[in-house]
């Protein structure tokens, strides 16, 4: 698991962030939020979930992570829903000792 925070989802990561900055419009596709936009975002905030520090080298795709975040119908969907507190990341349930794997 180590491996893949610190190189393999670098790498994943860093195809997004390029995508953004191609595409010049601060979504992935087009020039407003898509379902592709969506979909990153959910990856995205399942990865800062087991890597809080992963999008520390990804300057565009931490901003569009936020703007979609801040979107008033996504924040309400995020401050409604008890997913990631109830469902385990690698046979880890809440309440349990976390891994580290983003050392």
């Known amino acids: ?13 860093g195809i997004f962030e390029k995508f953004l900055i191609e595409n010049g419009t601060n979504y992935i596709v087009g020039d407003k939020i898509t379902c592709a936009d969506v979909n990153l975002f959910v990856v995205i905030e399942l990865h800062l979930y087991a890597f ?19 979107m008033p119908n996504i924040k309400a969907y995020i ?19 976390p891994i580290a794997l983003d050392d």
């Open 79 to 97: 401050g409604s829903r008890r997913d990631l507190d109830v469902v385990p990341l690698n046979s880890i349930g809440k309440g349990q000792e």
């Open 1 to 13: 698991m180590r491996r893949y925070g610190t190189k393999d989802l670098p790498i994943k990561l």
């Open 52 to 70: 809080p520090k992963a999008l520390d080298a990804f300057p565009n795709l931490r901003e569009f992570y936020q703007r979609v975040a801040d």
